[in-house]
């Protein structure tokens, strides 16, 4: 999942100009005061770690559990495995069998759902205060007893495999972005897709899914945030007896993260059953802990969130070229894709819009954004940063997996003022990512039936 939306807002955006035009100066960004996420530390003596942040604002309690293991950490023939992993964390263990994780926490009026992502997987709920001994004897549960049998596997396999049609193999921009980073990556892990190849899912083995729950679902590669209305001490207690007797994993192995330098641009096509062309570009861009990130991310909300960002504009409303523009650029461990993704009216081919959206890049490159595309790309996202902060599930989410990516929870509370600090300096400089030789572009043709029906061809 990408950290930040990377569709339009679909809204028409407010002016923040047409004040200042009428003479008022724009308030100046107020800071996080760091008092209000006085976060308490622990860690077990095997490797969990436990980030306790409460508020009793409110009797409801937010937990996010994060692994540090995403698809980055699999390997050729077992791609995926992190994905269904994350089915197989719901069909029970030795205290609590299946489906029974759900049903003990619905029954209690919680909620609870999970994602995977290149670099992480996380599991989270969100309940009630007097749930919390529950929802920490479920947790704990499966982490250390979780029931890897040959039918449940099966049963997740066939699950994951119908996801996979869904979202990938019969949906125009799951095929274009799955093949852009795999064209765009020749050795980095990135190159495959979080939910994996269809042959690998098919060959994944229970001994692959019990090595992997060995190593990557151990507590030293773990996290545990709680937040919202409980007592730290007694929190701290709960998690001791609940977590305290499960086992630290094997160490590590370290994922690979070479990739040759790009050394010019890369082209692919992609043939589907389509009423339009569809294009996707990708330039390389830094990891999170870059100082650029930022920036890149102020870049992609100026070209691509909203209807009055550039791209959008120009291409959807402007020159009536395409149905649907996406700017996906999500913070990774590892340096990753800035990615631009269009849907074009029929009749419209990729070639004649290559070249206007590389020219608005290169535009960007050269004189930066305007004031008013400086100004409202910042302030949205230091507003969709400070939404997710002013919830329980929000701030443990935020937090937690800013913590993953950055080394220190703490850096998240300092990204809005970041933000807001952005020049068009800066702006320029992180541009020249967008030079032609760095670029990969794919473009889906339509094909007929029969031909789309036999296209899925395997990397890896």
Known sequence: MARHPTHPLGHRPRRPSDAKARGFALAPPRPIDPRLFEVREHQLANGLSLRLLPDATVPVISTYTFFNVGSRNERPGITGIAHLFEHMMFNGAAKYGPKEFD????????????????????????????????????????MRSLAITPEM?????????????????????????????????????????????????????????????????????????????????????????????????????????TEPEQRGERRGEVRFPAQAQAL?????????KSPEAVVLDVLQFALGAGEGARLVKKL?????????????????????????????????????????????????????????????????????????????????????SHELLLGNWREALEIPSKYAQVTNEQIKHAARI???????AVTLIPAPAAAGQAHGSEHG
């Open 316 to 400: 959807v409303y402007d020159k009536l070229l395409a149905a649907n523009v996406i700017i996906d650029y999500s913070w990774r461990v590892d340096p990753g894709l800035f990615a631009i993704l269009v849907e074009l009216n029929p009749g419209v081919g990729a070639d004649k819009v290559l070249p206007i959206i590389q020219a608005e890049l290169e535009r960007v490159a050269e004189r930066g954004l305007t004031e008013l595309e400086l100004a409202r790309a910042c302030g949205l996202l230091r507003s969709q940063h400070l939404r997710e902060i002013a919830s329980n599930n929000g701030r443990a989410h935020n937090l937690g």
């Open 280 to 288: 996707a570009i990708g330039f390389k861009a830094p990891e999170a």
């Open 103 to 142: 049903r003990l926490l619905e029954a209690n009026g919680g909620h609870s759902n999970a994602y995977t992502s290149h670099d992480v997987t996380a599991y989270y709920q969100d309940f009630a205060t007097e749930a919390l001994p529950l929802v920490l004897d479920l947790e704990s549960d499966r």
């Open 434 to 440: 967008f030079a032609v030789q760095q670029r990969t």
């Open 153 to 257: 596997l099966a049963s997740e396999r066939e699950v994951v495999k119908e996801e996979r049609r869904f979202s990938v193999d019969n949906e125009i921009l799951g095929l274009l972005d799955e093949e852009l980073y795999a064209l765009s990556f020749h050795a980095h892990p990135y190159r495959w897709p979080v939910i994996g190849w269809m042959g690998d899912i098919e060959s994944i083995t229970r001994d692959d899914c019990l090595a992997f729950f060995r190593t990557y679902y151990a507590p030293n590669n773990a996290s545990l945030w709680i937040t919202g209305d409980f007592d730290p001490d007694k929190a701290l207690q709960m998690v001791e007896r609940c977590y305290s007797d499960i086992p630290r994993g094997p160490a590590l192995p370290a994922p690979g993260r």
